[in-house]
Every structure is written in C-alpha cells, then in structure tokens.
C-alpha cells in the first residue's frame, strides 16, 4: 500500500528543522507523496523551495499556488497579479491552484460581513479563473459555505476539477461536489466519533469520490484515535515517529486512513489502492 496526503502545509515553521527526518518518516509509513498548499504571498517560495528541493527524495513533494480566504487582510488586486505571474512563471513546477475558498465562519465574525463576503468571492472568483486559464485543478476551503461555493464552481466548470479539502457535511452536500467533478479530502474529522454526519457520508460515497489528507500542523485528530493503539502493519513502524512533531503531522495520515477502513466496508489494500489512484485522475493526468 502506498499514501498520499492530499493536504499539508509542510512550510510551517513547526516543521522547518525536522523536515529530513520527518520525511524520512513518511518514506517508511509508505506515504510517498505530499500536496503542499500556499496560503498567501508571503509563503509562496517557501512552499515552491521545499517542494523543489525534495522534489524525489525521499519522498515526492508537490507545490501549489493560491491565496486562502483566511489571509486577504491588506490584500488586493495587486496580489493577484503577484500570484497569476507566479503560477504563469512556475507552471511547471506547480500541480493545483490552492489553497482557495471561502469561509462561511469568518463571514459571520466579520464586522462588515457584506464586504467580506464580497472581497472572499472576488479572490476565489479570480482563482477559479486563474485554474481555468492554465487547466489547473483547484484545492478548495470551505467551512459553513457551501451555499457560495457550489453556484461558483457551477458557473466554472472546470474541465480537472480539483478537491474539497477537508471535507465536512451532509450527503448531498458531497453530491453537490461529485456532480461537478471535485473529490473529497478525507481529514480528521472522521476521526472525531461525534461528527456523525460527516462519518455516515463518507461511509456512503463511492470510494472513487475520497483523497486523504492531514491539513498539519492544523486540524489535530481525536484524543480517541491519537490515544489508540492501531495495529495495522504500516503503524508497526511507529518506533520511527518522533513525538514532538506538534499537534499533527504527515505522518498522522496513516491514523486516518485506519479510522476510514473501519467506516468503509472494502478491504484496506482495496481503499488504498482506490485512493491512490484518486489522486492520480485529479493531480497527476
Ligand atoms: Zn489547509
């Protein structure tokens, strides 16, 4: 079985000194390839360093370019010129546009929620656009916004679709996704047993529908399933794993994968292989 974390901010600063080790990690967990997403301006050659740097060794590391909804503070068009010349120059070396999207919770929190909302429209608007323009696949955030979300990428289309990350929500509100093309990000919140209504969608959608990821250093899984002893025979190898690793890392990827086969009803060997072959129509065809 092979892995690949769909999602993780591996420039994070928590990781920077550990990196080679952390890595070294991954290659003997089997998870071979890690998607690495940008936030903002500010860490768009931090993430395009790492990824060219551990290009293939010893692990397979994956730039992308995006601006997340989190941190348009001060931002305007002059930073989305930044990033189309960006994306135009490193084109090669990028496989997705992300991380993009808008979030419902900072909409709310916002003392002008209209122009929020306007201004978190407009950038992933103008992203969509930019994955569009360079037949890119897009890697999208969401949180309490489905509603905004699906009608943009309706008026999208786009032809290599891309991924809901962190995907939470009911069954229709995945089928929403599937109907346009996009997988799901299969995360840590399955590994909560209180999120009842995202574990009982992920337990009916095709597997063809399901990418796995950690979103670390964010989203820490379960004190349940960090707790667990999980006796598959990659965990074996959790000798290797170094605890300081702060509240999640790539590594926890294979903890989630063992969480989804016990929601699943395919083999572990079947999922892994599906999943793996997932990523491979959205990222790498
Ligand atoms: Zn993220």
Not at 234 to 245: C, G, H, L, N
């Amino acid at each position: 079985m092979q892995f690949t974390d769909s999602h993780c901010h591996l420039d994070d600063i928590v990781f920077r000194e550990q990196l080679p080790s952390l890595l070294a990690q991954c290659a003997k967990l089997a998870i071979n390839r890690i998607i690495v997403p940008a936030i903002s301006p500010d860490n768009f050659d931090n993430v395009l360093t790492i990824a060219k740097r551990y290009h293939n060794k010893p692990i397979q590391l994956h730039a992308c370019l995006g601006i997340h909804p989190w941190f348009l503070d001060g931002l305007n068009n002059v930073h989305l010129e930044q990033l189309t010349a960006k994306v135009t120059l490193e084109k090669s070396n990028i496989i997705a546009i992300g991380e993009t999207g808008i979030d419902g919770a900072n909409i709310k929190r916002s003392d002008e929620p209209i122009k929020e909302l306007a201004k978190q429209q407009h950038f992933f608007d103008c992203q969509l656009n930019l994955a569009k323009q360079n037949d890119l696949p897009v890697i999208i955030h969401h949180r309490q916004s489905h509603q905004y979300i699906v009608p943009m990428l309706k008026q999208y289309k786009l032809a290599r679709s891309g991924v809901i990350h962190g995907f939470s929500g009911s069954y229709q509100q995945a089928k929403d996704y599937l109907d346009l093309g996009f997988k799901l990000g299969i995360g840590s919140t399955i590994t909560y047993s209180r999120a009842k209504k995202t574990i009982n969608t992920v337990k009916r959608l095709p597997l063809e529908s399901l990418v796995l990821e950690t979103d670390a250093p964010s989203m820490p899984l379960s004190p349940e399933v960090m707790g667990t002893e999980v006796k598959s025979k990659e965990f074996m190898a959790k000798e290797a794993i170094s605890q300081e690793v702060a509240t999640n890392s790539p590594i926890n990827l294979i903890k989630i994968f063992n969480v989804l086969t016990t929601i699943r009803t395919e083999s572990s060997e079947e999922i892994a292989e599906q999943l793996e072959h997932n990523i491979e129509q959205v990222f790498f065809t």
